[in-house]
């Protein structure tokens, strides 16, 4: 959390310094516009600074004024600099031309440069500035046009992705039994009720056996948010819904989660498991904390899990992120059903996610143990999603 803070209130306002430099400073003359320009951007940041630090500690009615402008702010800010970034190396190699002279312009704070007494050439604009505003278009353009594919997609319906797994140790008996999982909801100042209500249609439409929330439901309290979970109850499966705790929250008083989440009809297992019954036969279902409640005394621990199980008995393991693999292998897990990553959300992320992470959406393998990871129904921060859209997974199990 320390890291997370410095990131944002030191890192992300020192990177808007290199922002306005290239956006402001290099293309407008001194004057009341770029005066207006440097106040505006100044104004997103303190929004943006807003969203991500006290959006989801109040009231959603409240948290949404500054959550949509100062998190979409944060999208576009992240393109700009990634455009920005690589336009610096045609603006090196452009960087002679730039500096040998002018071009015509029509621009208002272009001069008239005199030939000689009486007479005048037509307005010019330094080159410099012409390359400075070329690149600022070209990046502005281009950032807009990920941000607003981005939006739509995230705020659209999330995908069905349908996942035939085998197991090893899987009774026969129990094949064909069909796991639908959610993870990543994120409901909070952005994504509300009728979004769970949404996740809820199309999981009961689905028909399926049992029903995985695989942590990060909220960004809140249950103070704040018990109506946007409210159609959790609806959902309908043969074995029952099942939930365990991610990061988020733990952000968001995960204890009171933990008390709240059962009157709604949701198991929460917390480093336990459950005898799942399909079909006459059995395989055991097991939950863990989330890796992040190291720092709250409330850790994750598939051994603790998985004690006294019949080893001759297939294990689903229901673990938030992709680094508890590492333990599920090691306990000789048949497969961890995981989310997280939000499949990277803004490419190219996915490449940090891989690094921390070791997994970012798919199926992995490791000996006998498997592993898949679901991009998550909502999204965190900017809603947006570029090369990474929501999906909600509906996993059929098999015998090998």
């Not at 952005?190 to 028909?207: C, Y």
């Not at 393991?317 to 995981?338: E, G």
């Amino acid at each position: 959390m320390l890291f997370f803070v410095i990131i944002v209130l030191v890192l992300l306002p020192v990177l808007h310094v290199y922002l306005w430099r290239r956006l402001i400073r290099d293309t407008m003359p001194r004057g009341t516009g770029r005066r207006v320009a440097t106040l505006t951007l100044a104004a997103m940041v303190v929004l943006m600074l807003a969203a991500v630090m006290l959006s989801t500690r109040v009231d959603p009615d409240i948290g949404r004024w500054f959550a949509w402008p100062g998190y979409l702010w944060l999208a576009l800010f992240f393109y700009l600099l990634l455009a920005l970034l690589v336009l610096e190396v045609p603006r090196v190699v452009l960087r002679r031309w730039a500096r040998d002279s002018s071009v015509p312009a029509s621009s208002v704070d272009a001069g008239l440069v005199t030939a000689g007494p009486g007479a005048a050439t037509a307005p010019t604009m330094d080159r410099r500035r012409v390359l400075a505003r070329g690149s600022a278009a070209i990046a502005g353009l281009t950032a807009a046009g990920l941000v607003g594919y981005g939006t739509t997609v995230a705020l659209g319906s999330p995908s069905v992705t349908r996942v035939p797994i085998a197991l090893r140790k899987l009774d026969p008996r129990a094949a064909g039994c069909r796991i639908a999982l959610i993870s990543d909801i994120h409901l909070g100042p952005i994504l509300g009720r009728s979004f769970t209500q949404r996740i809820v249609d199309m999981i009961n439409a689905e028909d399926v056996d049992l029903v995985g929330i695989a942590g990060d439901l909220v960004d809140g309290t249950v103070e704040h948010l018990a109506d946007a979970t409210a159609p959790l109850a609806g959902l309908r499966s043969r074995h029952g819904t099942f939930f365990v705790t991610g990061n988020h929250e733990y952000y968001s008083d995960y204890q009171s989660w933990v008390d709240f989440l059962p009157s709604l009809g949701i198991t929460v297992l917390r480093n336990e498991r459950a005898e799942i019954t399909h079909n006459g036969g059995t395989f055991d279902l097991a939950g863990i904390n989330d890796a992040t409640g190291d720092e709250w005394q409330d850790p994750g621990d598939v051994g603790v899990a998985l004690d006294g199980r019949d080893s001759d008995r297939a294990v689903v393991l229901l673990a938030h992120q992709p680094v508890d693999f590492d333990d599920a292998v090691a306990h000789d897990v048949d497969l961890m059903l995981a989310g997280h990553t939000h499949g990277g959300q803004l490419t190219p992320f996915e490449l940090l996610v891989s690094l921390q992470q070791g997994a970012v959406a798919g199926m992995y393998q490791r000996g006998g143990t498997k592993m898949y990871v679901t991009r998550g129904a909502g999204f965190w921060g900017p809603p947006v999603r570029v090369g990474a859209p929501p999906d909600i997974t509906i996993v059929e199990l098999r015998a090998a």
